[in-house]
């Protein structure tokens, strides 16, 4: 299994949605992609863009009062 970083802080929706599904597609199934973001919108967007495409969320966790990271993995 790879993991891949994508760091997209500072970019606001729906941007961070539009690069985690553009990084993801280049992954072989059951590699992750480890997403570093501090949009708001994106902790509902990337979560459920994730579950509706089939992937699983291995981890979603709050950084600080404004960034987070989360990791998917490809289905």
């Given at each position: 299994?790879?993991?891949?970083?994508?760091?997209?802080?500072?970019?606001?929706?729906?941007?961070?949605?539009?690069?985690?599904k553009?990084?993801?597609?280049?992954?072989?199934?059951?590699?992750e992609?480890?997403?570093?973001?501090?949009?708001?919108?994106?902790?509902?967007?990337?979560?459920?863009?994730?579950?509706?495409?089939?992937?699983?969320?291995?981890?979603?966790?709050?950084?600080?009062?404004?960034?987070?990271?989360?990791?998917?993995?490809?289905?």
């Amino acid at each position: 299994m790879k993991q891949q970083k994508l760091a997209v802080l500072g970019m606001v929706c729906p941007f961070p949605l539009i690069e985690a599904k553009q990084a993801i597609e280049e992954l072989n199934s059951g590699d992750e992609l480890v997403i570093d973001f501090d949009c708001t919108q994106a902790t509902e967007a990337i979560p459920r863009w994730a579950a509706e495409a089939g992937h699983t969320v291995t981890n979603f966790e709050q950084i600080d009062d404004a960034s987070w990271t989360i990791t998917v993995q490809k289905k």
